[in-house]
C-alpha cells in the first residue's frame, strides 16, 4: 500500500465560540487505509468528534474552527482546498453518519427528498433516477417496503429506522471513507447491536473504509482492525484492537476498559 | 385531524356570537335616546320619534331586538345609515375591497421586510446583527400614524409634486392604484415587519443549531440549497404563523393610515361615521372587521395544527 | 462538557449585565418623563392654552419648538400634554393590571368550570382588534378622561390575564405549593405566599410592554378625535391638529411625534431589560 486513503499529521483544531477559545485537538496523527475500519475511543470532550468534523472541514453550528497540521486523502491536502471543491468531496468521497438520529432528519422535508437532494448534487441524477436509487438503497439497508415508505416524512420512523435511513443516506454516493460519530448511542441496546452489524456487512460489502467514533469500548471490540484512544485532545494509545484490549499500555485506556461491562468485554474479546 | 378543524370552527361560531353581542350592546349602550340618535337632530316631534322607534323596533324586548339584528346581518342586511339613508351593505363592501387591498399590499411588504432583514441579522454576526436589532428595537416604538404623518410631512416638504394623498381605483388605472397604495402599506407594514423580522431572527437562529442542518452541510449541500430546504423551511412555519396573527394590527393599523393617506376605505369609512355619529355603520364595521380576524386566526390556527402534526416528533 | 457548561453560564452573565443596563437606562428614561409630567406647570414656560398673535412661529429663543396654528407655544403643550397623555395610560393599565390579575388567578388557580368560563368570555374581547373594539366603546361611551380609561383598561384586560393565567397553571402542580397544602395553609395564603411571587416576573414584563402599546392606543383614538375633549392638550391630538400647517411648521408635527416615539420607547426598553434581568421567556 503507497499512500493511504487518510494520512493526518499533526492536526490541531481550535474552536473559536462567540466567548471562549477551545483547542479540542492538539496534534494528532494517523492513518487510514482503504477498506480498513479504525476506532477512535475516547470519554465525550476528549476532541473526537471534533476530529471528524475537522477532516471534512465543517464547524460546529455558532463556531468558526481554526485547523493545523495536514490532512491528505488519497494524498491530496485537504486543508489547503478551497470551499467550493470541498463541498463537492462532501458527501461524495467522505461520508458521517451522526449520533441522534432523531433529530438529524429534516423534519419537513420527505425522505425521499432529503436522500434524493444529495445524489441529484453530486451524482447529477434526474429527479426520477434518484428516487429510484433511493429506494433501492433503503432495502438495502432494511428499510421494509421501501417504495411506498420513500414519501414519508421523519416523524413516521422509529429511531432505528431512521438511522438506518441516515446511513442509506450517508453510503448513497458509495464514499471512500464513511464516518460513524457514536452512530448507536441514541439507540435501544437491541437495536444498537443490528445498526452496528448493518454498518459492518456495508463495509465489507462496498469495501468502504470505516471510521467509528465511540466512547464505548464495546462498541469497537467486533468492529474495527484498529483502535486510536483519544483524552483531551491527544491519541494517547493507539494499535491493533486485540492488542489494545489485552495489554492496554496507558492507564486511562485501562479506566475505560473496566468501564466496559464484563460480559460484553469478554465477548468482544474473543 | 376532523375533530380539531369541527371542533375550531365550532368556538369560532362561538366566539363570533359573543362578538355580535358585544356589537350590537355597545351601539345600545350610547349615553341618550338611540331613536333621537337616528333622528340625527333633538328638535323631533315626538310622533316622528315614535314612528322611528317602531320602525327600528326599540320598542322590542333588547333579546329581541339583538337576534332580529343578527338575523338580518347573517342576511347582509346591516340597516340603514343615519347619515345617507341608504342601506349599509353597499357602502360598506366597495371600502372593503380598497381595505383588503391596502391591507394585503402591507402584509406583502411586511412579509419581505421583515423576512429579507431577520435573516440578514441571523446569518450576519456581530455588528450587522446588533445594527438591526437596534433599528428593529427603534420602529418598534414608532407607531403606523405617526410614521405616516411623517411621510406625508416629509414628502410634503422636498417633493412636493408627488401627489401622496389619494387613491386611484383599480379599474382606472392598475398602475396608479398600486401607486397610490404603495406609501399608506409601507406605513402599516413597518411595525409589523419589525415583529416578522424579530421572529425570523430567532427561528433561523434556533433552526441553524439543530442536527440535521449539521447533516446537511456534511452532505456536501450549496448553502443556498441548505438555506431554502433546511434553514427556511423549518424556520418560516412559526413566522408565517405568528404573522398571519398580525393580520388584526393591520386591520386596525388601517383605521388610521386610511384616514392620514385619504384612501376611501373602511377605516376612513368608519372615522367619518364616528365624527357623525353614524351608528349602524359603525355597528357594521365593528362586527365585519372582528368578524374577518376570527376567520384568519382559525384558519391559520387550522393550517398550523395540519403543518404541525407533520413536523411533531 | 465542562467547557460548555462554563459557555453557558457565561453567556448568562453577559445577559444579565446587558438587562441592567437597558433597565437602568429605561428608568432614567421614565425618571425624565415623571418629573416632567409631576412638575409640568412649573416647567412649562407658557400657558398651555395662552395665545398669541405669533402663529406658527419657527423655533426660537421665545419658543423651543415654535407656536402652533393660533399661536400657543407647542413645548408648554408638550410637557403639560404629557400629564393626561401619561394619565389616561397608566392608569388604564393600573385597572387592567388588577383586572387581569383577580380574572387571571381565578381562573388558573381554581381551574375547572370557572377557568372555562372567564378565559371563553375573555377569548370574545380578546377576539377584536385592540384599536378597533376601542374606538368602539370610546364612541359609544363619548371620550371623556374617565372612559377611555375605563375602555382601555377593558381592550388590554383578557392579556394581562392570559399572561397571569398561564404561570399559575404551571405553579401549582409544583412540590412545595403541594407541600404548604399538605401542612393545612389556607387557600388565600397560599396564591398570596407561594403563586403570586413566582408569577410577578412575566406579570412585570407583561405590564411594562402593555404600557407601550397602551401608548400607542391612547394617543391613536386621541389622533381620531376620541381623545380628551380640547382644549387640554395631549399628544395624540396634538399631532392630529398639526397636520394641517405642518409644511409651514414642521415642528408642530414632529414635536408631538418624538414625545409619542419616546414614551414608547422608554417601555419598551424596560420590559426587555426586565425581560432579560429576570429571566423570563418571551412574554406574549
Redo the contacts between chains.
Keep these: 500500500m503507497t499512500s493511504p486513503l487518510l494520512r493526518v499529521r499533526d492536526l490541531t483544531a481550535t474552536v473559536t465560540t462567540r466567548r471562549e477559545v477551545i483547542q479540542a485537538v492538539r496534534g494528532i496523527s494517523f492513518d487510514i487505509n482503504a477498506d480498513e475500519a479504525v476506532g477512535f475511543v475516547g470519554e465525550s470532550g476528549c476532541g473526537k468528534s471534533v476530529t471528524a468534523k475537522a477532516l471534512m472541514r465543517l464547524a460546529p453550528e455558532g463556531a468558526s474552527i481554526g485547523l493545523g497540521g495536514s490532512v491528505a486523502f488519497w494524498g491530496q491536502e485537504l486543508l489547503g482546498l478551497g470551499e467550493d471543491e470541498m463541498r463537492d468531496l462532501r458527501g461524495r468521497r467522505i461520508a458521517m453518519v451522526f449520533q441522534d438520529p432523531m433529530t438529524s432528519l429534516n423534519p419537513v422535508m420527505s425522505i425521499g427528498a432529503q436522500m434524493g437532494d444529495m445524489l441529484r448534487r453530486h451524482l447529477g441524477l434526474s429527479g426520477k433516477e434518484a428516487r429510484e436509487r433511493s429506494i433501492e438503497l433503503l432495502a438495502l439497508v432494511g428499510i421494509p417496503d421501501p417504495a411506498r415508505r420513500i414519501d414519508d416524512f421523519p416523524h413516521q420512523f422509529s429511531g432505528g429506522q431512521r438511522q438506518r435511513v441516515l446511513i442509506a443516506i450517508a453510503i448513497s454516493c458509495e464514499p471512500d471513507l464513511l464516518i460513524a460519530d457514536e452512530p448507536t448511542t441514541a439507540l435501544d441496546v437491541t437495536v444498537q447491536a443490528q445498526i452496528l452489524r448493518l454498518l459492518m456487512r456495508l463495509r465489507e460489502e462496498r469495501g468502504m473504509a470505516l471510521m467509528l467514533i465511540t466512547h464505548d469500548f464495546g462498541v469497537v471490540a467486533g468492529m474495527v482492525d484498529r483502535v486510536n484512544v483519544m483524552y483531551r485532545g491527544e491519541i494517547v494509545e493507539a494499535g491493533p484492537v486485540d492488542t489494545v484490549f489485552a495489554e492496554p499500555q496507558h492507564a486511562y485506556t485501562r479506566a475505560l476498559l473496566d468501564a466496559v461491562p464484563r460480559l460484553q468485554g469478554a465477548g468482544a474479546a474473543r | 385531524m376532523t375533530r380539531f378543524v369541527l371542533g375550531r370552527l365550532a368556538w369560532m361560531a362561538?366566539?363570533l356570537l359573543?362578538?355580535s353581542f358585544?356589537?350590537f350592546m355597545?351601539?345600545r349602550?350610547?349615553?341618550g335616546d338611540f331613536a333621537i340618535a337616528a333622528a340625527g337632530s333633538q328638535s323631533v316631534a315626538p310622533e316622528v320619534l315614535a314612528t322611528i322607534r317602531r320602525d327600528l323596533g326599540l320598542d322590542q324586548p333588547l333579546m329581541a331586538q339583538y337576534l332580529h339584528w343578527l338575523g338580518s346581518a347573517l342576511t347582509g342586511d346591516f340597516g340603514r345609515s343615519f347619515v345617507t339613508r341608504q342601506p349599509v351593505l353597499g357602502e360598506l363592501l366597495s371600502r372593503l375591497a380598497v381595505t383588503v387591498q391596502l391591507t394585503l399590499l402591507a402584509a406583502v411588504i411586511a412579509a419581505v421586510m421583515g423576512v429579507a432583514s431577520g435573516l440578514a441579522a441571523a446569518r450576519l454576526r456581530g455588528a450587522a446583527d446588533w445594527l438591526v436589532r437596534l433599528w428593529n428595537?427603534?420602529m418598534?416604538?414608532?407607531?403606523n400614524?405617526?410614521v405616516a404623518?411623517?411621510i406625508?410631512?416629509l414628502f410634503?416638504?422636498y417633493f412636493?409634486e408627488i401627489t401622496v394623498l389619494g387613491y386611484t381605483p383599480f379599474l382606472e388605472s392598475p398602475l396608479g392604484n398600486l401607486a397610490s397604495l404603495l406609501l399608506p402599506a409601507f406605513a402599516l407594514a413597518l411595525a409589523v415587519s419589525v415583529t416578522i423580522a424579530e421572529n425570523t431572527r430567532a427561528a433561523v437562529l434556533e433552526v441553524?443549531?439543530?442536527?440535521?442542518?449539521?447533516?446537511?452541510?456534511?452532505?456536501?449541500?450549496?448553502p443556498a440549497?441548505i438555506l431554502r430546504?433546511?434553514l427556511m423551511?423549518?424556520a418560516l412555519?412559526p413566522v408565517i404563523t405568528a404573522a398571519g396573527l398580525k393580520i388584526?394590527?393591520l386591520?386596525?393599523?388601517s383605521?388610521?393610515v386610511e384616514?392620514?393617506f385619504a384612501i376611501p376605505g373602511m377605516g376612513q369609512y368608519?372615522?367619518d361615521s364616528?365624527?357623525n355619529r353614524d351608528y349602524p355603520v359603525?355597528q357594521a364595521?365593528?362586527l365585519v372587521?372582528?368578524g374577518i380576524?376570527?376567520l384568519v386566526?382559525t384558519m391559520i390556527d387550522i393550517a398550523y395544527a395540519r403543518?404541525d402534526a407533520?413536523?411533531?416528533? | 462538557m465542562q467547557d460548555s457548561v462554563s459557555v453557558v453560564a457565561a453567556r448568562k452573565r453577559a445577559g444579565i449585565t446587558q438587562g441592567w443596563l437597558l433597565l437602568g437606562l429605561g428608568l432614567a428614561m421614565l425618571a425624565a418623563m415623571l418629573v416632567l409630567t409631576i412638575f409640568a406647570p412649573l416647567l412649562a414656560p407658557y400657558s398651555p392654552s395662552a395665545t398669541s398673535p405669533d402663529s406658527l412661529a419657527p423655533a426660537s429663543a421665545a419658543h423651543w419648538l415654535g407656536t402652533d396654528s393660533i399661536g400657543r407655544d407647542v413645548l408648554s403643550r408638550l410637557i403639560v400634554g404629557g400629564r393626561t397623555t401619561l394619565l389616561i395610560t397608566v392608569s388604564a393599565v393600573l385597572v387592567a393590571l388588577v383586572a387581569g390579575l383577580i380574572l387571571g388567578l381565578a381562573a388558573g388557580y381554581l381551574g375547572g368550570r370557572i377557568d372555562d368560563i372567564i378565559m371563553r368570555l375573555l377569548d370574545v374581547v380578546f377576539a377584536f382588534p385592540v384599536l378597533l373594539l376601542a374606538i368602539a366603546v370610546v364612541a359609544a361611551l363619548g371620550p371623556t378622561v374617565p372612559n377611555l380609561i375605563l375602555t382601555i383598561a377593558i381592550v388590554y384586560t383578557p392579556a394581562m390575564a392570559r399572561v397571569v393565567r398561564a404561570p399559575v397553571l404551571s405553579v401549582k402542580q409544583w412540590d412545595h405549593v403541594e407541600a404548604a397544602r399538605s401542612v393545612g395553609m389556607s387557600e388565600m395564603r397560599l396564591v398570596l405566599r407561594h403563586i403570586l411571587p413566582i408569577v410577578v416576573s412575566p406579570i412585570l414584563v407583561a405590564t411594562s410592554l402593555t404600557l407601550s402599546q397602551t401608548i400607542f392606543t391612547v394617543t391613536a383614538l386621541s389622533f381620531l378625535g376620541l381623545g380628551p375633549p380640547p382644549p387640554d392638550p395631549n399628544w395624540g391630538g396634538m399631532l392630529s391638529e398639526a397636520r394641517q400647517f405642518m409644511e409651514l411648521a414642521p415642528l408642530t408635527v414632529v414635536g408631538p411625534a418624538l414625545a409619542i416615539v419616546f414614551a414608547t420607547l422608554t417601555f419598551i426598553i424596560i420590559a426587555n431589560g426586565l425581560r432579560e434581568v429576570l429571566d423570563v421567556g418571551s412574554v406574549r
Excluded: E, H
Excluded at chain 2, 140 to 143: D, E, F, R
Excluded at chain 2, 310 to 313: K, P
Design positions: 362561538a366566539i359573543g362578538v358585544v356589537a355597545l351601539m349602550a350610547i349615553p428595537g427603534l418598534l416604538a414608532v407607531p400614524y405617526v404623518t411623517l406625508v410631512l410634503g416638504l412636493p441553524a443549531s439543530q442536527d440535521f442542518v449539521m447533516v446537511a452541510r456534511a452532505k456536501g449541500l450549496t440549497a430546504d433546511y423551511r423549518n412555519t388584526a394590527a386591520l386596525g393599523g383605521i388610521l384616514t392620514i368608519l372615522f364616528i365624527n359603525i364595521i365593528v372587521a372582528a380576524v376570527v386566526n403543518v407533520r413536523v411533531q416528533m
